[in-house]
């Protein structure tokens, strides 16, 4: 099984911030990496996938990035209703997720 | 508008069964894989199971092989998971999902609480 590491668990941020999230595979997914984005009590939203691909809808503030085994998420310009848990996916081989990323206020 | 409206789920005791199921519009349903993943509470999702568009191949996770079953109904449009010999573990929320590169697509999600 690829195992998928997220850092940090929690991140403490202010609106208008950059931010950056991490993911690692445990082994070579190629570009077969998917972001989410899930909001208490809803299902979670696709935001990337092909590591850099924008899902239909999402805001240019949202970009991904990497390949192989270290992948990233950037926020630029964080709103408040961005403020949700984060979740990257490999699909390379079966499908794993990470244990997420909590983005709150600071 | 793609939309997967599930409905099932509820509160069973140990060793009982359930069954969810899944509707789905706006997509074509007879072309498409689908999925089911599930999410206990504070954890990340898990996928469950998935079958191919036309139901010739299903996969399934250690963790429900062998008591759960996946299939599809092109003719309803509608995507099921029966659930057997239900344990504590198996307590989530379990969504249907359109497989695509992830999961571009998710139902409202259904929880099943499995306790005595």
């Known amino acids: 099984e690829i195992v998928m590491t997220q850092s940090p668990a929690t991140l403490s941020v202010s609106p208008g911030d950059r931010v950056t999230l991490s993911c690692r595979a445990s082994q070579s997914v190629n570009t077969k990496l998917a972001w989410y984005q899930q909001k208490p009590g809803q299902a979670p939203r696709l935001l990337i996938q092909?590591?850099?691909t924008r899902a239909t809808g999402v805001p240019v503030r949202f970009s991904g990035s990497g390949s192989g085994t270290e992948f990233t998420l950037t926020i630029s310009g964080l709103q408040s209703e961005d403020l949700a848990v984060y979740y990257c996916?490999?699909?390379?081989?079966?499908?794993?997720f990470g244990q997420g990323t909590k983005v709150e206020i600071k | 508008e793609v939309q997967l409206m599930q409905s099932g789920g509820g509160l069973v005791q140990p060793g009982e069964s359930l069954r969810l199921s899944c509707v789905a519009s706006g997509f074509t349903f007879r072309k498409s894989w689908m999925s089911w993943v599930r999410q206990a509470p504070g954890k990340e999702p898990e996928w469950v199971a998935n079958?191919?568009?036309?139901?010739?191949?299903?996969y399934y996770a250690d963790s429900v092989k062998g008591r759960f079953t996946i299939s599809k109904d092109n003719a309803k449009n509608s995507l099921y998971l029966e659930m057997n010999r239900l344990r504590g573990e198996d307590s989530a929320v379990y969504y249907c999902a359109k497989d695509g590169d992830g999961y571009p697509y998710w139902g409202q999600g259904t929880l099943v609480t499995v306790s005595s």
């Open positions: 996916q490999q699909y390379n081989h079966w499908k794993t």
């Open positions: 079958i191919k568009e036309d139901g010739s191949e299903k």
């Open positions: 092909s590591a850099s």
